[in-house]
T-cell receptor, first 108, second 114 residues
């Protein structure tokens, strides 16, 4: 079993829909990242969480430390949100353990 | 304040050749992490370096792969005698100190072995 599990693996949505991506982890962490990766592109950290909830524009991220679970929500999705979203947990030395990613495609 | 710089962005090598991937961390950052993303797979940790020291290389293959982060200059990930299975995207990330939870990634180097 992977230390970081994401679901779903693939997600297709219509423009405007509300999207949720889930992440569960089984190891001790100091923080959790939600990362975005466009095809052929680099990796950008959208959020870093150690507790509670963060919001940036149409993106919301939550984490429940006790349940070892985090969610990324996208409100009013847009085709430019199409990308791979990756959950990554931070270990004590600062290195990351990654989920396999969720490939999101938003259709106009 | 430039971000994490990786070069080259794309690298093509024939089987048996050597590949050298460079990573210049953000200014003021002395900790570098290398990650590999194989086609259709998730990212995996390879090695963690601090200036002139390898802190954790538990994710790096024992043979053909080496990494360094000299006192001056970029961090180098070196792959000797490349094979087709080494084809992947290699990313580095830097941080200002150990255990720092922020993640600043480079754009990656896409290695293709032909």
């Amino acid at each position: 079993k992977n230390e970081v599990e994401q679901s779903p693996q693939n997600l297709t949505a219509q423009e405007g829909e509300f999207i949720t991506i889930n992440c569960s982890y089984s190891v001790g962490i100091s923080a959790l990242h939600w990362l975005q990766q466009h095809p052929g592109g680099g990796i950008v950290s959208l959020f870093m969480l150690s507790s509670g909830k963060k919001k940036h524009g149409r993106l919301i991220a939550t984490i429940n430390i006790q349940e070892k679970h985090s969610s990324l929500h996208i409100t009013a999705s847009h085709p430019r949100d199409s990308a791979v979203y990756i959950c990554a947990v931070v270990r004590s030395q600062g290195n990351l353990i990654f989920g396999k990613g969720t490939k999101l495609s938003v259709k106009p | 304040n430039a971000g994490v710089m990786q070069n080259p962005r794309h690298l093509v090598r024939r089987r048996g050749q050597e590949a050298r991937l460079r990573c210049s961390p953000m200014k003021g950052h002395s900790h570098v992490y290398w990650y590999r993303q194989l086609p259709e797979e998730g990212l995996k940790f390879m090695v963690y370096l601090q200036k002139e020291n390898i802190i954790d290389e538990s994710g790096m293959p024992k043979e053909r792969f080496s990494a360094e982060f000299p006192k001056e200059g970029p961090s180098i990930l070196r792959i000797q005698q490349v094979v087709r299975g080494d084809s992947a995207a290699y990313f580095c990330a830097s941080s200002p100190h150990q255990g720092n939870t922020e993640a600043f990634f480079g754009q990656g180097t896409r290695l293709t072995v032909v």
